[in-house]
């Protein structure tokens, strides 16, 4: 049985790594799964700590291998805000996009350049390992929320090349071109190579 904890309680998160590592394995558990719940504290300015910290250490309790992410947003005009605080921004995807869209009130399209980041942080328990993939996505933040997909600040985020918003996006092609796909696709070509399978082989 190959098997994986993808260490989020964010169900939108969980099914989009899930479908982007369908190939790679058979059982995913989100830490929903667990009875007993792990405090992490998320305090480290940089995202690669973080998402280093929460694999390591969801990883060292539950013995499995195990999949970490901590991404951010961050707006040019706003001085890179609010990045590591991305989640932390307001209560809810609505009250973030809210504060988002009031702090950009009245700032042009042109200066509205920003770009999303994504540390995937994957821990293999019998090696004591962690290794990092990273991934962006630049655009713009739009005026008003558009799409029905995704999830966060998918509804603001404009992607020029595709003349969409990432909220517009089907799962398939937002893995494709996302912050998380692109780290997620480095994380399956590791996948692919040999000391991966070999340590996979001895685990799962």
């Known amino acids: 049985m190959r098997n994986i904890i993808i260490a989020t309680t964010n169900n939108g998160k969980f099914e989009e790594i899930k479908s982007a590592l369908a190939q790679e394995f058979e059982t995913f558990y989100s830490l929903r799964d667990f009875q007993e719940k792990v405090e992490i504290a998320e305090d480290s300015p940089f995202y690669v700590e973080n998402a280093i910290k929460k ?30 605080f991305s989640s932390r921004y307001g209560k809810n995807d609505d009250d973030r996009i809210e504060k ?38 630049k655009g713009f933040i739009g005026f008003e929320k558009k799409g029905e997909l995704g999830f966060g600040y998918d509804p603001v985020f404009f992607v020029p090349e595709l003349s969409k918003y990432v909220a517009e996006l089907a799962r398939d092609e937002k893995n494709s071109v996302s912050h998380r796909g692109r780290a997620l696709n480095a994380l399956k070509n590791f996948i692919k190579g040999d000391f991966f399978r070999n340590s996979r082989a001895s685990n799962l």
């Open 55 to 84: 694999a390591r250490k969801i990883g060292e309790r539950f013995g499995l291998y195990t999949i970490a992410d901590d991404s951010g947003l961050e707006v040019e005009a706003l001085g890179g805000r609010p990045g590591v």
């Open 100 to 137: 988002l869209l009031g702090e950009l009130k009245g700032i042009p399209m042109e200066q509205r350049k920003a770009i999303f980041k994504a540390y995937i942080a994957c821990y293999i328990p019998e090696r004591e390992i962690t290794y990092v993939f990273y991934g962006f996505l």
